[in-house]
């Protein structure tokens, strides 16, 4: 099934889950509102008026203790994965702050380029560092996310697996 078709079921299922009595509805119901809802791109969630409660619950939930994410097993998802900071610019690679590497689990939250500044015409003129090389490391902070938590759907045409990205900011 397309993930568009997919998507359209899901939106019948919201519907008439939204008609149901509270005791009928079942927690898969809210993961597979959550999944579609985080899944929406153009607009994002927040551009459809059914995805503001489901949502609005989900974020509340998170700050509950204990709080595990819904899921919807129809849909062969779990909980969405998270990653906080996006990929470095062309010619960086990724690297802790010497601080926050000192944090147990901490995230990479630098971009570093190493280059040779002696090399070419202007060789004569380049100021060495203080040892002596024309090694310069220059670091710049990692980019942050804006909407750093992701679903990956498989496409049942296509057999590929999706990822759709969102935020969840208050």
Aim: hydrophobic letters at 30%; aromatic letters at 10%.
């Amino acid at each position: 099934m397309e993930f568009k078709a997919f998507v359209l079921m899901a939106c019948g299922g919201i519907a008439l889950a939204a008609c149901l009595p509270a005791s009928e509805a079942t927690a898969s119901d809210w993961g597979c509102e959550v999944l579609l809802c985080a899944s929406s791109s153009n607009p994002s969630w927040r551009g459809v008026s059914a995805c503001h409660p489901p949502m609005t619950k989900l974020i509340s939930a998170m700050k509950l203790p204990g709080f595990d994410w819904p899921t919807c097993p129809e849909a062969g998802t779990d909980s969405p994965g998270f990653r906080a900071y996006a990929d470095c610019p062309k010619g960086y690679r990724v690297s802790y702050n010497s601080a926050s590497h000192n944090t147990f689990g901490g995230e990479p939250d630098l971009c570093v380029k190493t280059e040779n500044v002696c090399t070419g015409a202007q060789h004569d003129l380049t100021i060495y560092n203080r040892d002596g090389s024309c090694i310069q490391t220059t670091s710049i902070p990692r980019p942050r996310r804006s909407e750093p938590y992701y679903f990956d759907i498989k496409n049942d045409s296509s057999g590929r697996t999706e990822r759709h990205w969102f935020e969840l900011n208050d």
